[in-house]
T-cell receptor
Framework: QKEVEQDPGPLSVPEGAIVSLNCTYSNSAFQYFMWYRQYSRKGPELLMYTYSSGNKEDGRFTAQVDKSSKYISLFIRDSQPSDSATYLCAMSEKTSYDKVIFGPGTSLSVIP | DTGVSQDPRHKITKRGQNVTFRCDPISEHNRLYWYRQTLGQGPEFLTYFQNEAQLEKSRLLSDRFSAERPKGSFSTLEIQRTEQGDSAMYLC????????????FGPGTRLTVL
């Protein structure tokens, strides 16, 4: 079992839909949780960053962390074609926060 | 542009050749990371530096791989005697040495080994 699991998709939604992206993990020591967006042939770009459990909102994006279930989510409201990309969840432990473990990514297409 | 830059963006080489990639981090960032990403996978950690000191290396970093950051600014990643399995995107990231500070990625160097 990999440390971080993520449904690879592809996920295809119509413009304006609410998108839900999810990751599960096995390491209970993970404390820092991140979501990155990666366009084709580009480097990952940080979208959201949270510490421990709870919700965090930034514009159309909401990140949720449920440490008891070892489950994190990213919600995208009013999705746009420009949101079409691969979304990577990532996490690290408090004691080794530099060693970031990434999920395999979910490919999202938003259809106009 | 004050982001992380990488050079070259693409490299095609023949099996057995040596290749070297360069990364220039965000100027005030003292931590620098190298990752490898293959198709359909997330980035995999290879190694990282704080200033010029290499603090951790992954088991993925075989003896054919070496990374340096001689003056604590830019870094190079060299792969000797390349193999077809080395074909991947090599990503560099940088951050401040603060707990919880996030890593900012460069555009990557895509390596193809023929």
């Amino acid at each position: 079992q990999k440390e971080v699991e993520q449904d690879p998709g592809p996920l295809s939604v119509p413009e304006g839909a609410i998108v839900s992206l999810n990751c599960t993990y096995s390491n209970s020591a993970f404390q820092y949780f991140m979501w990155y967006r990666q366009y084709s042939r580009k480097g990952p770009e940080l979208l959201m960053y949270t510490y421990s459990s709870g919700n965090k909102e930034d514009g159309r994006f909401t990140a949720q962390v449920d440490k008891s279930s070892k489950y994190i989510s990213l919600f995208i409201r009013d999705s746009q074609p420009s949101d079409s990309a691969t979304y990577l969840c990532a996490m690290s432990e408090k004691t080794s926060y530099d060693k970031v473990i990434f999920g395999p990514g979910t490919s999202l297409s938003v259809i106009p | 542009d004050t982001g992380v830059s990488q050079d070259p963006r693409h490299k095609i080489t023949k099996r057995g050749q040596n290749v070297t990639f360069r990364c220039d981090p965000i100027s005030e960032h003292n931590r620098l990371y190298w990752y490898r990403q293959t198709l359909g996978q997330g980035p995999e950690f290879l190694t990282y530096f704080q200033n010029e000191a290499q603090l951790e290396k992954s088991r993925l970093l075989s003896d054919r791989f070496s990374a340096e950051r001689p003056k604590g600014s830019f870094s190079t990643l060299e792969i000797q005697r390349t193999e077809q399995g080395d074909s991947a995107m090599y990503l560099c990231a940088s951050s401040l040495a603060l707990r919880g500070d996030t890593q900012y990625f460069g555009p990557g160097t895509r390596l193809t080994v023929l």
